[in-house]
Structure formats: C-alpha cells, structure tokens
C-alpha cells in the first residue's frame, strides 16, 4: 500500500512538472529566432552582433546566455533601472529574452586595446586583488582570462568596454546598481579606489580570450 501510494505521488509530480512547463508554452532557446529580434530593437545601441561601438554600452556578443537571460528578466521585473533598456526589457516574452541570450551567446566577440601602464597596474588587483583593504582578485569568479562562469551567472568580462566597466563598477559602489547576488559585487566596489577602478577597467578591456 505504501510503495503504491508513492508511486502515486511520483507520478502526479512528474505530470504537474511537465503541465507547468507546457503551460508556460517555452520551447528550447533558438539563436536564429533571438537575431531577428536582436536586430529588431538591441541591434542599434549593442551593435552589429552585439559589438558596441559606444564605449558606455556593453558588448554582448560571447556573453553567457544565463547572464543575459539574468540581466533581461531583472530589468523587466524592475530589479535593475535603465532609462534605455527597461523598456526594452518590459516587453519581452520569457521565449523572447531566451531566444535573443541564445543568439548573442554564440556571436564572436570584437576585442579591444588597453593603456598600457593603467593596465599594468589594473593586471595587480585583477590576479591579485589588494589584501590590505580587503579586494578580492577579480580572476576569482571571472577566471584568468575573464570569460567568467555561466552557471554562476559571473558575465564574461574579457574585451568589454573599459568606460562600461568602470561605470558599472562606479554604480554598484554607489547601489545605483543592486542586482548582483548578495550584494557581492557592491561588497568589493565599495572597497575600490577611483584609481583602481581606471586601471582594472583599462586591463579588462584589453584582455582576450
């Protein structure tokens, strides 16, 4: 009676997962289905596959698909502010922002160049991170290279913007931006110096893959 009693419930579980996730009416990521749209309403701020040509507004091509996905549904639900891209966001479909990760996830990425003696010093605090004031090293969950990790939803860092990054590092030191898990990367801007900042933004962009 037991054992069949759980069978029961097992099934009923099962059945209810998969009713939930047709009712959500979701079908696999289709990077195809994501460019149209990606060149429909990201194409003209974010770029020709998703190389910005404005240092203030991030490269997406070769970014994590979580991380986007991540980004998207927080700026649709309000978690994150952007006067440009929430209403981007607000319309979406949980398909559409899916779709449209998928497609920049698999773009190739442009690269960019660095001022040497900033990067040399941004390098330090990258690999190291500066023990006396408590700064982790970057390469912790961005990796050596900052290709970052997906599962964990750590972006992909490597050649991105050095104005976007010194920006978004600017904004979460201040909790202009607040939607980092834990308040983790607030934890470290806060701990940054202007100067610091300048020099890992600069090492950042010039790092490749």
């Known amino acids: 009676m037991k054992k069949t009693w759980l069978t029961t419930v097992s099934v009923v579980a099962v059945l209810a997962s998969g009713s939930t996730w047709a009712a959500e009416g979701l079908q696999p990521a289709d990077p195809a289905r994501g460019e149209a ?27 994590h698909p979580e991380y986007i996905i991540k980004q998207l549904t927080n700026f649709k639900a309000g ?3 952007n006067v440009q891209m929430t209403p981007m966001a607000m319309p979406l479909t949980e398909q559409e922002i899916r779709d449209v990760a998928a497609y920049f996830s698999t773009q190739t990425q442009s690269g960019g160049q660095a001022d040497p003696e900033l ?13 006396a004031t408590g700064v982790p090293a970057c ?10 990790q997906g599962l964990s939803k750590f972006p992909r860092i490597s050649g991105q913007h050095a104005d976007y990054v010194k920006q978004t590092l600017e904004h979460f030191r201040s909790g202009e931006r607040a939607n ?3 308040g983790m990367m ?11 900042i300048a020099a890992v933004s600069q090492y950042i962009q010039g790092l490749s893959k």
């Open 37 to 63: 749209k990606a060149n429909a309403i990201c194409m003209a701020c974010h770029g020709p596959q998703g190389n910005s040509i404005v240092p203030l507004w991030p490269k997406l091509a070769g970014q």
């Open 180 to 182: 980092d898990p834990n």
């Open 186 to 196: 607030r934890g470290v801007a806060a701990r940054l110096t202007d100067q610091e």
């Open 139 to 148: 390469s912790a969950c961005h990796g050596p290279a900052g290709m970052g």
């Open 79 to 81: 978690e994150r502010y």
């Open 119 to 131: 990067a040399a010093k941004g390098e330090v605090l990258y690999r190291a991170g500066n023990p």
